[in-house]
């Protein structure tokens, strides 16, 4: 998919999903913005890329961040065509009894309270634009409870809803919204769900998880106009199907 003069703005861009997502939109010829707390993972990624890439600092859960980053974004491209809205933790895993009150709360402003960030300072800038799509991350445990990831869950079912919510209010206005379910990924969030040794998912191999530029790609093929009929909903990359039409398969 060519993906030259689009602007692309990824969230949580340091490692994982958010540094591979980086790396295909802009083999596809896109700009990169990349956004994370660690100023010098993002810099030596937008190194690696070159030119067509850009580094902001920036905490998702603060709005004004978010909103300086579409500024600086529009300013250096000329506009904002994707939005990835990646960024998530899952640290400190805890049963609801232990869980230590700010800390949980610091999750949902993390995963939840980012995202809506995220939207609320790029929508003003696609609708100006004609349009543009916004990407969330969901996850299985946005619609299923697991045992000490009440903070996650919650958080994720959050943003599930709020997709669709960004869809029923901003589709007439040529924003497509949808979210992708990548299943297990082998990143640095495995590590620490495998460290926690709770609930089956910490019992999963390495090798049961999927490598970090499936999702990447996913997102890529989600911008085309064949993934327009998931507006509103979840991509799941356990589907078969899906990952067929990706090109997994």
Not at 40 to 50: C, K, Q, Y
């Amino acid at each position: 998919m060519d993906m030259t003069g689009k602007t692309v703005m990824i969230t949580g861009a340091s490692r994982g999903i958010g540094a591979e997502a980086a790396r295909v939109f802009a083999a596809a010829g896109a700009n990169v913005t990349l956004l994370a707390r660690g100023q010098r993972e993002i810099a030596d990624l937008a190194g690696e890329i070159g030119e067509k890439a850009l580094a902001i600092s920036c905490n998702v859960a603060r709005y004004s961040d978010m909103a300086t980053a579409v500024e600086v974004t529009q300013d250096t491209f000329g506009g904002l065509d994707v939005l990835i809205s990646n960024a998530g933790v899952i640290e400190p895993i805890s049963h609801l009894s232990a869980s230590d009150p700010d800390a949980w709360g610091d999750v949902i402003d993390i995963n939840l309270k980012g995202v809506f960030n995220g939207v609320h300072a790029a929508l003003p800038v696609m609708r100006a634009g004609g349009g543009g799509s916004i990407l969330t991350i969901s996850s299985g445990a946005a619609h299923n409870p697991i045992e000490a990831w009440s903070h996650y869950c919650a958080s994720k079912a959050g943003v599930h809803m709020l997709t669709r919510c960004i869809d029923k209010e901003e589709s007439a206005n040529g924003i497509r919204a949808m979210g992708l379910s990548p299943g297990t990924v082998a990143t640095q969030m495995q590590r620490e769900i495998k460290a926690s040794g709770i609930n089956p998912v910490s019992q999963l191999d390495w090798e049961d998880h999927i490598p970090a530029d499936w999702p990447a790609r996913a997102l890529l093929w989600m911008c085309n106009a064949a993934a327009d009929e998931w507006c509103g909903q979840e991509i799941s990359l356990r589907d078969e199907d899906i990952r067929r039409k990706v090109g997994l398969i």
